[in-house]
């Protein structure tokens, strides 16, 4: 199935000129040139709300049991996320957990698609290990043991050219993120949507919920405190996708409606679902989370707004600039995205990994480095 059918599964509303100018809206990066590292001013507004299905702790990056907060236009200290929690901190890992699948099940059962990569379009590793960590490259150590396998990020796959990655000093050039967001804003007040919860601490080894504290053997309880976010309180968001392919495209939005988990402790807490019910194709950003917010709150006040009227005030919102480009309104495209077939998916990884690997060998000439 061609990708353009794949839009057509996704946008089931969408006349057949409609998916036709999306398509050409978008990148066309079919071979190596040093122009495409040149910025097309191709941007994709992506407008999100968030929808907590568990309590999320939502906290600023200093040691803090608090919420993170903005102040509003009326006064109200709203609840926000920071885009470096949402976007690294759960984006980029969703991305990579599904890259990594694919790569697993192709060497398995579709080495052609490997071949294709390696060999015309220059994948130069047999394995896939990019993973988020610092990169480092160990030397061989006195003992003889080999140099360390996971390197930090490839700087080759989707997850890099896409999300970007930082190289030592020396051994290249880095590559900004094509993915960017502010905040996403809660239209509650503070006071409505966070609730403070006490936890018990349990001791590892005494399996016990007190911890000795002398000789004597004196007890006391092994308390803290969690202010979280309350089930249900929606955050409203936007990000920008830039100069990107149709695959790129597709594969950044699937892995933004896939992503489940936000925030601290998210082995415990944090559940989410993204809902995407408005994209506005343009030559510039437009709009922001902590304008819908605001407008939300304005015209509820205190009320605190279900996840179906939040979608709704942001495909309001979003309508006003239907003329600056080309507006998709679907509320049912997250779900869509959640549950589009493997087969499509698979379409979609591999011809964007082809893509980047274009955009890799360009970058390269754009910069001199050697190929």
Not at 22 to 40: Q, S
Request: hydrophobic share 35%; with cysteine.
């Amino acid at each position: 199935m061609s990708l353009s059918q794949v839009i057509k599964e996704l946008l089931p509303g969408k006349q057949p000129s409609e998916i036709e100018k999306i398509g050409n809206w978008c990148i066309k990066r079919e071979k190596p040139d040093k122009l495409n590292a040149i910025p097309k001013g191709k941007i994709v507004n992506v407008y999100v709300v968030i929808e907590p299905l568990s309590r999320l702790i939502i906290r600023q990056e200093q040691e803090t049991t608090d919420v993170t907060v903005v102040p509003s236009r009326s006064g109200h200290s709203l609840p926000a996320i920071l885009n470096p929690k949402f976007q690294s901190g759960a984006v980029r890992r969703q991305m990579l957990t599904l890259l990594h699948e694919w790569f697993d099940r192709a060497k398995k059962e579709h080495m052609d698609y490997i071949d294709e990569l390696k060999k015309k379009y220059g994948y130069s590793k047999d394995n896939y290990t990019c993973v988020m960590r610092p990169y480092l490259r160990r030397g061989r150590s006195e003992g003889g043991k080999a140099e360390e396998v996971f390197e930090g990020y490839c700087g080759e796959c989707p997850n890099c050219l896409i999300f970007g990655y930082a190289v030592m000093e020396g051994a290249g050039y880095n590559v900004k993120s094509r993915v960017e967001g502010d905040l996403y804003v809660s239209p509650v007040p503070y006071e409505k949507a966070v609730v403070r919860v006490t936890f018990n601490a349990v001791d590892d080894i005494a399996k016990t919920t007190y911890r000795p504290e002398s000789e004597e053997s004196r007890r006391t309880g092994a308390l803290y405190e969690f202010s979280m976010i309350e089930v249900g309180i929606p955050f409203v968001g936007k990000l920008v996708f830039r100069d990107m392919t149709l695959a790129e495209l597709l594969l950044t939005l699937v892995t933004l409606a896939r992503t489940t988990r936000v925030g601290g402790r998210t082995t415990h807490f944090g559940e989410i679902r993204i809902h995407i019910p408005a994209i506005l194709f343009s030559k510039y950003e437009i709009g922001g989370g902590y304008e819908i917010a605001n407008r939300i709150l304005s015209k509820n006040g205190t009320k605190v707004p279900t996840i179906e009227e939040t979608i709704n005030e942001v495909a309001e919102y979003v309508k006003q600039f239907e003329k600056q480009g080309i507006l998709v309104l679907d509320r049912e495209l997250g779900d869509r995205l959640r549950t589009l077939s493997q087969e499509n998916v698979d379409q979609i990884v591999l011809q964007a990994w082809k893509d980047v690997l274009v955009l890799k060998k360009s970058l390269d000439e754009f910069t001199g480095t050697k190929l």
